[in-house]
Structures are given as structure tokens and as C-alpha cells.
């Protein structure tokens, strides 16, 4: 090949090239049974009991000091912990001891305690978590892991003391069990039999001792470097309801549920190193072998999460409101980021305002954000008092990273910590009620806000001005749903869900749901609909039948037929125009009365237009939208159609050529998988198009051009 034409193909492939990379807890107890009045489970709704003060009534917390509990306790506190825990650093291990204090607050009697050992999720690769990512097709990196980043959680020891009695040793009773799916190998959860029933009201303290291997991160726990994110990382009792135990296996498409307690955590970690963690630091003490002990404390949290690292950049700022409770916010920071604190202490009192004034306030006096280290995989993950965001080193000021995690995790101190959700059944009560607000938060707190694209594994951000992020669909996530809308039944428990597809049926069709409700109720009436259910169930577990309650309570009509189609079916909603036609008025054939008609072959009405509109129901869920036509008079004709229908005709005569035809003009329904084929339009705009992208395509390869051109 000529010289001259080898330069001139080289140059014109690196252009293209260019083209293409533009767009393209050490404590003793006792176990103690103790009979409580029966009057502790008085208000007891169905197996979620609505407590009384007086049910809150509980022996204080081990470590604990009487004068720390307040007289009404925001939770029942039924499940509470002492907890000593010891990390190695080097050798990514945890040696730890709890004292559980539980009461029952159920109608049935425990004949055994069970418990979530999530660390051993990441055992093996025969544990169900694992076996589920393999059965999704996204485990090919698990299983390739080397031995140092795999973890579990050896219990070693289970006693209860009687008061005075000698201790009971249960440890050889303890057992793997699998409730949900039969596997031998899933270790889970842990059953511990007890040598006496816990009636309803009763209280037990139980004493557990255990070793854990630290893993390189899974599903937002562990360690990379010093950097050690810990999480679901102790032996947490389940919750006991009338039906038995709520304690599932750890699933790779669910998260967490447990009941609400007192946190008493000593953390003893490396000397000079920060801790953060869930509640206030109460006490910092050093010990030996170059550690420190850090005291954390918390009351009315159903968990408890702690980090630590060398590395950390600490900054404090403060939420303050004329109507809400002043906030003390706390910032782990990695030292790269150190630019973007004010926007992560922006993005959290953002949420802080608008949850807090939409559904009720923060009932707690401080915050921790913590910003994980790069490729930690422990960004964007929530527990009480405490959540990780996550940002990019490159951060552009118009584009919301990062508010937008900052806002969703801090959000799920209300949806998820407050209102405490079974998140292995109905996850989509807190990730979609999340999700829904956190786009409703930034439309409102954080504009413009435009879409990016990042190239260079993600490094380098390109800003698409002219290309809007807008709530209603890339807020609620539209695309992710429309891939998986019939992949599964939302009103399945969430485990069951296919992994793949859990999270656009957890959070995109939610946040669609909720906001198309919005949409046609209006905010006012929904705001009050939320707030009602996070009055009314904060530090409760409620189900989703409680929610749809309040719906029809608060509108004062009966949501069922809704809640059917959204909620206990996987059909989708597709709504569109097949056919818009606008001709002259004409007829052929005989016409006349009173006599012989007469044949005409073309008549013609003059001046006027017969305009015929076909709507059709092209999905299998039906919900009423409006039609629209316009005319080029600007009259704008709005029929209602109720959408039960296959299809529709609307047929007008007018003097004026109608110019377009739409299904739900106003976008009501936003669960529409497919809203091209909504509108149809008789003027045309392809030349406004063409000429649009025209010029963009223009724009981009000049720049390549002399982007090339630099550096040739």
C-alpha cells in the first residue's frame, strides 16, 4: 500500500476512534427468664404489636447506664447488644463477643433463638448466596477470588446463665438451618435450641463468642488495603412474629430485616487510625499492642455498621431547620475527595429537609457519611445513623455525583432505619419509596443537572449539556424496568425474586408506580399518604398491605384495582396511537330522499374535514388515560378513555386538519413501556431533526479532527 495512503487510512481510523470514545461486641451475662406482665404486649397489632411506653419496659442494656435510656423509648428495644469486638488488621480478622438481650414481644412462645451468620454467605461457593450469582450469570469474579478474600463467621461458643445458676453451654446444640431453600450447605443461619420456652413478654440475655475472616468486599462489606467497611458482621437475631421465625438465608437479591434495639459496642482497632459507626463515639481509651478502644452507643436501631481506616479525612458540618431537629453531621472522606465535603454535607441536608418536611423528622441528633475507598466496593449502602456514598475523583459541578447516593442512602434513614421493612420480602418498600424520593429530592434541591458519560473505566467524565436528567424517567429509572417488567410478580417475596432482575422490580417500577400515582392524585394527596405511613409504622414492621390501607383511607377510594395491576402482576402498560388520519369530507355512492337517490361518485362536504383517531391497548394492563387531538385552528379536543379496550375510535369533523394525535398527553402514566408510539403527527419534523443532529455530528468531528491534528 502506497505510503501516502496508509497515513491518510491511519488518520482517518483514529478519528473515527475518537468518534467512537466521545460517544460511546469482652462481655459476661447471664441468661435470665424473666416473666413480664402480660400488659407488655398490650395494643398488639396482628404479630407487628403498635407498643405502649409501658411495653418498652426492658432490663437495661449490659454496659449500659440506666440514665442514658430515656422514658419513652422511640422503639420497642426487644432486641438489644453489649458487643467487644477486636480487629486484626493484618490478617483481616475479628474477634468478637454479644450479649443479646431479647424479649419477646410476639403472641407464641420461642422454643429456640435463630440468628444471621451473613459472613458465611461468602464461605464457599456452595452457600446459596453464591449459587444464585452463578444462576444469574455474574459470579465469574467470585469464583475466581483467591483464598485471602473469602470470609465466614465461626461461632464458638453459645452459653445463657440463670441468674445465680451455673451457665448452660449450648454450643454443641447450635445448627445450620435453610428454611427457604433446603440447601445443606447454606450456613447461613444458626438455630440455638433453649432448655426452656420464652413465653410471650419474656426476656432472655444470651452470650455468643466468635472468630470472622474478614473478605475482600462482598456485597458491601470487607476490606481492601486498610480501608475495612464492616457490615452484617455479628450474630443478629432474627425476628420472631405469631407465624414463627423471620429469619431467612442470606440471598444475593435481598438485604436485611431484624427488630430494634440498644447498640453498646466497644471497637478496638489500630492506634491512630479513625473509627466511624453507627451512634455517638463514647468513650476512646488506648490498650496494648498499639490499639485503641472506641465506645460506640446507640439506641432505636435495628443494626449496626463500623469503619475504620488510616486514611480517612474526618469534617463535621451541621443540619440546621426553622421546623426540624438540628442534625450533627459527620464526614469520613477519602483525602482525593477532599474538594467534594460540601457537597456531600449539601446532598445530606437536602434529604434531611425534604424527607423531613415531606414525611417526618429525623428523630436522631447526628449523622455519618462515610466515602468508601476507590474500588472498595462498599459505596452506596445504608444502616442506621450511619451510610457509605460514593463519588468519582473527577466530579463535574452540574452533575449530581455525589448528591445523588449521598441523597438515596441518607434517605434510607427514614426508608428502611425508621420504618423498618422486611427487606427480604418487600424490599420494594424501602428501595422503592427510596428511590421515588431521592428523585423528587434532586429535581427539587439540585438544578441543572445533566446527564454524563465516562470513558477511560470510568475515570474521565464527558457532561452532555444539552441532555437533561429528568425525574420522571431517569430518576425513577425507566430503562432499567422496561428491560425486566414481566420478569417477575412484584407482590413475590423479594428472594424469590430472579437476581438479575430484583432491583428495576424493587426500585424502578415502585418509583414509577408511586409517581404516577402523584401524577393523578396529585402531591398533596400523596405526601399525606406517605406521611401517614411513616407516622404510623416508624420503628414497626409493616407490611404491604398497611400501605395500600392508607391509600384508600387517605383518597377515600378503593385503590385495588391499581395496586393489581402494579403490584400482584407482571403485566405492563403500553398505550398508543395506531392511526391518525385528517381528509376532506367525501362519500360515494347514492345519495338524496324523496325520490329516486342519486349515484355520485366523489362527495364532497366542502370546508370540512373528517378526522379519525384509533387508540389501542397494546399491553395487558390497563389504567385510564386521556386522548388528545390537536387541530391546526389550535382547538385541542381531551377525551377520557377508561383503557379497558382493546382499541378506540374517535371520529370528528371539523373545518380544521388535525395535526397530532396522543395517548396520555400529560405523561400520567409513567409505567408506559413503550411511549414512542404514543402520539402520531400529521406535520411533519424530520428536516428540524436532521438539521439538530446534523450540526451535533458537525460539532464532534471537528473536535476530533483537532484533537488529531495536536497530536500528529
Given at each position: 500500500m502506497p505510503?501516502?495512503?496508509?497515513?491518510s487510512?491511519t488518520?482517518?481510523?483514529?478519528?473515527l476512534?475518537?468518534?467512537?470514545?466521545?460517544?460511546g461486641?469482652a462481655?459476661?451475662?447471664?441468661?435470665t427468664?424473666r416473666?413480664t406482665?402480660?400488659a407488655?404486649l398490650?395494643?398488639?397489632v396482628?404479630t407487628?404489636p403498635?407498643?405502649?411506653?409501658?411495653?418498652f419496659a426492658?432490663?437495661?442494656?449490659?454496659?449500659?447506664?440506666?440514665?442514658q435510656?430515656?422514658a419513652r423509648?422511640l422503639?420497642?428495644?426487644?432486641?438489644?447488644?453489649?458487643?467487644?469486638?477486636?480487629?486484626d488488621?493484618p490478617?483481616?480478622l475479628l474477634q468478637g463477643?454479644?450479649?443479646?438481650?431479647w424479649?419477646?414481644?410476639?403472641?407464641?412462645?420461642a422454643?429456640?433463638?435463630?440468628?444471621?451468620?451473613?459472613?458465611n454467605?461468602?464461605?464457599?461457593?456452595?452457600?446459596?448466596?453464591?449459587?444464585?450469582?452463578?444462576?444469574?450469570?455474574?459470579a465469574?469474579?467470585?469464583?475466581?477470588?483467591p483464598?485471602?478474600?473469602?470470609?465466614y463467621?465461626?461461632?464458638t461458643?453459645?452459653r445463657l446463665?440463670?441468674?445465680?445458676?451455673?451457665p448452660?453451654?449450648?454450643?454443641?446444640?447450635?445448627?445450620?438451618?435453610?428454611?427457604?431453600d433446603?440447601?445443606?450447605d447454606?450456613e447461613t443461619?444458626?438455630?440455638?435450641?433453649l432448655?426452656?420456652?420464652?413465653?410471650p413478654?419474656?426476656?432472655?440475655?444470651v452470650?455468643?463468642?466468635?472468630?470472622?475472616?474478614?473478605?475482600?468486599?462482598?456485597?458491601?462489606?470487607?476490606?481492601?488495603?486498610?480501608?475495612?467497611f464492616?457490615?452484617q458482621?455479628?450474630?443478629?437475631?432474627?425476628?420472631?412474629d405469631?407465624?414463627?421465625?423471620?429469619?431467612?438465608q442470606f440471598?444475593?437479591?435481598?438485604?436485611?430485616?431484624s427488630?430494634?434495639?440498644?447498640?453498646?459496642v466497644r471497637?478496638?482497632?489500630?492506634?491512630?487510625?479513625?473509627v466511624?459507626?453507627?451512634?455517638?463515639?463514647r468513650?476512646?481509651?488506648?490498650?496494648?499492642?498499639?490499639?485503641t478502644r472506641h465506645?460506640f452507643?446507640?439506641?432505636d436501631?435495628?443494626?449496626?455498621a463500623?469503619?475504620t481506616?488510616?486514611?480517612?479525612?474526618e469534617?463535621r458540618a451541621?443540619f440546621?431547620?426553622p421546623?426540624?431537629?438540628a442534625?450533627e453531621m459527620?464526614?469520613?472522606?477519602?483525602?482525593?475527595?477532599a474538594d467534594?465535603?460540601?457537597r456531600?454535607?449539601e446532598?445530606?441536608?437536602a434529604?434531611?429537609?425534604y424527607?423531613g418536611?415531606?414525611y417526618g423528622p429525623?428523630?436522631?441528633?447526628?449523622i455519618?457519611?462515610?466515602?468508601?475507598a476507590?474500588?472498595?466496593g462498599a459505596?452506596?449502602m445504608?444502616?442506621?445513623?450511619?451510610?457509605?456514598?460514593?463519588?468519582?475523583?473527577?466530579?463535574?459541578?452540574d452533575?449530581?455525583?455525589?448528591e445523588g447516593?449521598?441523597?438515596?442512602?441518607?434517605?434510607?434513614?427514614?426508608w428502611?432505619?425508621?420504618v423498618g421493612?422486611?427487606?427480604?420480602?418487600?424490599a420494594?418498600?424501602?428501595e422503592?419509596?427510596?428511590?421515588?424520593?431521592t428523585a423528587r429530592?434532586?429535581?427539587q434541591?439540585f438544578?441543572?443537572?445533566?446527564?454524563a458519560?465516562?470513558?477511560?473505566?470510568?475515570?474521565?467524565?464527558?457532561?452532555?449539556?444539552?441532555?437533561?436528567?429528568?425525574r420522571e424517567t431517569?430518576?425513577?429509572?425507566l430503562?432499567?424496568y422496561?428491560?425486566?417488567?414481566?420478569?417477575d410478580?412484584?407482590a413475590?417475596?423479594?428472594?424469590?425474586?430472579?437476581?438479575s432482575?430484583a432491583?428495576?422490580?424493587t426500585?424502578?417500577?415502585?418509583?414509577l408506580?408511586?409517581?404516577?400515582?402523584?401524577?393523578?392524585?396529585?402531591?398533596?394527596?400523596?405526601?399525606?399518604?406517605m406521611s401517614?405511613?411513616?407516622?404510623?409504622?416508624?420503628?414497626r414492621?409493616?407490611?404491604?398491605e398497611d400501605f395500600?390501607?392508607?391509600v384508600?383511607e387517605?383518597?377515600?377510594a378503593?385503590?385495588?384495582?391499581?395496586f393489581?395491576?402494579v403490584h400482584?402482576?407482571?403485566?405492563?402498560?403500553d398505550?398508543?396511537?395506531?392511526r391518525?388520519?385528517s381528509i376532506p369530507?367525501?362519500?360515494r355512492g347514492?345519495?338524496g330522499?324523496?325520490g329516486a337517490?342519486?349515484?355520485?361518485?366523489?362527495?364532497?362536504?366542502?370546508g370540512?374535514?373528517?378526522?379519525?383517531?384509533?387508540?389501542?391497548?397494546?399491553?395487558e394492563?390497563?389504567?385510564?388515560v386521556?386522548v388528545?387531538v390537536?387541530?391546526?385552528?389550535g382547538?385541542k379536543?381531551?377525551?377520557?378513555?377508561t383503557?379497558?379496550?382493546?382499541?378506540?375510535a374517535y371520529?370528528?369533523?371539523?373545518?380544521?386538519r388535525?395535526t397530532k394525535?396522543?395517548?396520555?398527553?400529560?405523561?400520567?402514566l409513567?409505567?408506559?413501556?413503550?411511549y414512542?408510539?404514543?402520539s402520531v403527527t400529521?406535520?411533519?419534523?424530520?428536516e428540524?431533526a436532521?438539521t439538530?443532529?446534523m450540526l451535533?455530528?458537525?460539532?464532534?468531528?471537528?473536535d476530533a479532527l483537532l484533537?488529531?491534528?495536536?497530536?500528529?
Amino acid at each position: 500500500m502506497p505510503q501516502p495512503l496508509r497515513t491518510s487510512l491511519t488518520r482517518l481510523i483514529l478519528v473515527l476512534g475518537s468518534l467512537g470514545l466521545l460517544l460511546g461486641t469482652a462481655a459476661v451475662a447471664a441468661l435470665t427468664l424473666r416473666a413480664t406482665d402480660d400488659a407488655s404486649l398490650g395494643g398488639a397489632v396482628d404479630t407487628r404489636p403498635a407498643l405502649t411506653p409501658e411495653a418498652f419496659a426492658q432490663a437495661p442494656a449490659p454496659g449500659a447506664q440506666t440514665a442514658q435510656t430515656p422514658a419513652r423509648p422511640l422503639s420497642p428495644r426487644n432486641a438489644t447488644y453489649s458487643i467487644d469486638v477486636e480487629l486484626d488488621s493484618p490478617n483481616r480478622l475479628l474477634q468478637g463477643s454479644e450479649v443479646l438481650t431479647w424479649r419477646n414481644i410476639s403472641h407464641v412462645s420461642a422454643s429456640e433463638l435463630r440468628f444471621h451468620l451473613y459472613y458465611n454467605a461468602w464461605k464457599n461457593s456452595r452457600s446459596t448466596w453464591i449459587r444464585e450469582r452463578i444462576r444469574s450469570g455474574t459470579a465469574r469474579e467470585i469464583l475466581a477470588r483467591p483464598a485471602e478474600d473469602w470470609g465466614y463467621i465461626d461461632v464458638t461458643a453459645v452459653r445463657l446463665l440463670g441468674g445465680d445458676a451455673p451457665p448452660v453451654d449450648l454450643t454443641a446444640q447450635k445448627r445450620f438451618v435453610t428454611p427457604d431453600d433446603n440447601n445443606p450447605d447454606d450456613e447461613t443461619v444458626m438455630a440455638v435450641p433453649l432448655p426452656h420456652d420464652v413465653a410471650p413478654g419474656e426476656t432472655i440475655n444470651v452470650e455468643i463468642k466468635w472468630t470472622s475472616k474478614i473478605p475482600r468486599t462482598f456485597s458491601r462489606t470487607g476490606a481492601i488495603g486498610d480501608f475495612f467497611f464492616i457490615a452484617q458482621w455479628f450474630p443478629k437475631v432474627g425476628v420472631l412474629d405469631d407465624s414463627g421465625w423471620n429469619c431467612h438465608q442470606f440471598h444475593a437479591a435481598t438485604e436485611f430485616f431484624s427488630d430494634y434495639g440498644v447498640y453498646d459496642v466497644r471497637i478496638t482497632a489500630p492506634a491512630g487510625w479513625l473509627v466511624g459507626a453507627t451512634g455517638t463515639e463514647r468513650e476512646k481509651q488506648d490498650v496494648p499492642n498499639g490499639k485503641t478502644r472506641h465506645r460506640f452507643y446507640q439506641e432505636d436501631v435495628h443494626d449496626f455498621a463500623w469503619t475504620t481506616s488510616p486514611d480517612y479525612l474526618e469534617r463535621r458540618a451541621r443540619f440546621e431547620h426553622p421546623t426540624l431537629p438540628a442534625v450533627e453531621m459527620r464526614l469520613l472522606l477519602q483525602p482525593e475527595h477532599a474538594d467534594q465535603a460540601d457537597r456531600h454535607f449539601e446532598a445530606t441536608r437536602a434529604c434531611l429537609k425534604y424527607y423531613g418536611e415531606w414525611y417526618g423528622p429525623y428523630p436522631y441528633d447526628h449523622i455519618t457519611i462515610v466515602d468508601p475507598a476507590w474500588q472498595s466496593g462498599a459505596g452506596g449502602m445504608e444502616y442506621p445513623t450511619l451510610f457509605t456514598a460514593g463519588s468519582r475523583w473527577l466530579a463535574p459541578r452540574d452533575v449530581t455525583t455525589p448528591e445523588g447516593v449521598t441523597v438515596h442512602e441518607a434517605g434510607h434513614q427514614f426508608w428502611y432505619g425508621i420504618v423498618g421493612n422486611n427487606e427480604f420480602e418487600h424490599a420494594w418498600m424501602d428501595e422503592g419509596f427510596n428511590t421515588f424520593s431521592t428523585a423528587r429530592t434532586i429535581a427539587q434541591a439540585f438544578q441543572p443537572n445533566y446527564t454524563a458519560l465516562r470513558f477511560f473505566g470510568g475515570f474521565v467524565p464527558y457532561v452532555l449539556h444539552d441532555i437533561p436528567v429528568v425525574r420522571e424517567t431517569d430518576g425513577n429509572r425507566l430503562a432499567g424496568y422496561r428491560i425486566v417488567a414481566k420478569a417477575d410478580v412484584q407482590a413475590t417475596p423479594t428472594f424469590l425474586y430472579w437476581p438479575s432482575s430484583a432491583s428495576a422490580i424493587t426500585y424502578n417500577k415502585t418509583a414509577l408506580w408511586l409517581n404516577t400515582l402523584e401524577r393523578s392524585i396529585g402531591w398533596p394527596a400523596l405526601q399525606r399518604i406517605m406521611s401517614t405511613h411513616f407516622q404510623r409504622w416508624r420503628f414497626r414492621h409493616p407490611r404491604p398491605e398497611d400501605f395500600f390501607t392508607i391509600v384508600n383511607e387517605i383518597t377515600g377510594a378503593d385503590f385495588t384495582a391499581f395496586f393489581d395491576q402494579v403490584h400482584r402482576s407482571s403485566n405492563v402498560f403500553d398505550y398508543g396511537v395506531e392511526r391518525l388520519t385528517s381528509i376532506p369530507l367525501g362519500a360515494r355512492g347514492y345519495f338524496g330522499t324523496g325520490g329516486a337517490p342519486q349515484f355520485d361518485p366523489a362527495k364532497r362536504d366542502e370546508g370540512r374535514l373528517r378526522t379519525e383517531v384509533v387508540v389501542r391497548r397494546y399491553g395487558e394492563a390497563i389504567f385510564p388515560v386521556d386522548v388528545r387531538v390537536d387541530f391546526e385552528s389550535g382547538e385541542k379536543v381531551v377525551e377520557r378513555w377508561t383503557g379497558r379496550e382493546r382499541w378506540k375510535a374517535y371520529t370528528y369533523d371539523r373545518a380544521s386538519r388535525a395535526t397530532k394525535a396522543m395517548v396520555d398527553p400529560d405523561r400520567v402514566l409513567l409505567l408506559d413501556v413503550n411511549y414512542t408510539n404514543n402520539s402520531v403527527t400529521l406535520a411533519p419534523r424530520g428536516e428540524e431533526a436532521s438539521t439538530k443532529w446534523m450540526l451535533k455530528w458537525m460539532i464532534w468531528l471537528q473536535d476530533a479532527l483537532l484533537n488529531y491534528a495536536f497530536f500528529v
